[in-house]
């Protein structure tokens, strides 16, 4: 099952007031989730972590995945149900990809749920991210009463964390967060999301390969990832390639597992001239960048969102949901 950029999720509505966090009650009320989809590809260099991120517009509503700066030297991207929104109104009930940089939660000390290579302090931190992140999704989850039509290991949402540590280097964390449904009686349901799952994708494991990492959502629309690309030898990559000295030793490093030897400034034209490989004529792209001594700064910025006229706002009624997606093809 592909799951649509738009999904119709709930009674009830989450309704942010000066800067509080409340819950409304509003029986029939609709809550609309939508993704973020498409893909992430994260280069560590030897200077810099670039960030490269292609949407994938599976549904007119779709968002394209944007990096967030946290801070300077940290940048998250939300993957899945970024934006929630009352459909019955032009009201928005939480935009995740904006709010992340003050999306916390309180998390023991030793965060247990990370590993132990981690600096306790960074560790925490990130486990206080994923919290944040998670505490949020349940205010709205928490008035959901449909049932959902995720499947049992897909996620609701994602986050993908990259940034550097003082005194321990590069590191790109995948967080997972899943919905648990139990039913109450007949069509309805307590919905809550779980706490992330936490996969630490960088540094790599002593012994495997220094290359690219790359995320796609949903799960079910995985393109071939550029890596792939480059081990097929795939004409308009090996073009980029053979189009000058620099990019093929940027592809002959990547292909070695050596992206630590690639300077930033060879890595951003290789990854730019990818771009247009990778990419549909419609899908939106952003290209960000933390460099060692710079932190964060943007490469290509994302496009600036338009307002759709207001007839065009109405869903069909055979538009596709959570609750009744369209069968996959």
């Not at 009463?145 to 590069?170: Q, R």
């Not at 890596?227 to 097929?232: C, H, I, P, V």
């Not at 952003?286 to 932190?295: E, L, P, R, V, Y």
């Not at 490469?299 to 109405?314: H, M, N």
Request: proline residues 9%.
């Amino acid at each position: 099952m592909i799951l649509a950029a738009t999904a119709i999720l709930a009674l009830g509505v989450w309704v942010p007031r000066g800067g509080s966090q409340q819950v409304q009650d509003a029986p029939g009320e609709e809550i609309v989730a939508n993704l973020a989809a498409g893909r992430v590809i994260i280069a560590v260099v030897k200077d810099a972590i670039l960030i490269v991120t292609i949407e994938n517009p599976i549904e007119p509503q779709t968002r394209v995945p944007t990096p967030v700066e946290i801070n300077s030297r940290r940048v998250g991207i939300i993957l899945g149900a970024v934006e929630w929104i009352s459909p019955s109104s032009p009201l928005q009930l939480a935009r995740l990809d904006r709010d992340l940089p003050h999306l916390r939660g309180r998390v023991a000390s030793q965060a247990p749920h990370l590993q132990q290579a981690q600096i306790n302090t960074e560790a925490a931190d990130i486990e206080a991210v994923g919290q944040g992140v998670a505490e949020r999704l349940n205010q709205i989850a928490k008035n959901v009463h449909g049932k959902i039509g995720l499947a049992e290991d897909e996620p609701i949402a994602e986050l993908i964390l990259a940034d550097y540590v003082e005194g321990y280097g590069p590191e790109v964390w995948q967080l997972a967060f899943s919905m648990q449904q139990a039913m109450q009686r007949q069509d309805y349901f307590d919905t809550r999301v779980l706490m992330p799952r936490y996969l630490q994708i960088w540094p790599p494991e002593k012994g495997q390969p220094r290359t690219l990492s790359e995320f796609h959502y949903p799960p079910e629309a995985q393109a071939p990832a550029l890596l792939d690309l480059l081990r097929q030898k795939d004409p308009a990559v090996e073009k980029i390639c053979s189009s000058d000295p620099k990019m093929r030793e940027v592809a002959d490093r990547l292909l070695q597992g050596e992206s630590s030897k690639i300077l930033a400034v060879d890595a951003t034209q290789f990854l730019r001239a990818a771009l247009n490989v990778m990419a549909s004529p419609s899908s939106r792209e952003t290209m960000a960048m933390i460099g060692m001594g710079s932190g964060f700064e943007w490469i290509l910025k994302p496009p600036a969102e338009t307002q759709k006229p207001a007839e065009e706002k109405e869903r069909p009624d055979d538009a596709p949901s959570l609750l009744h997606p369209h069968p996959s093809n």
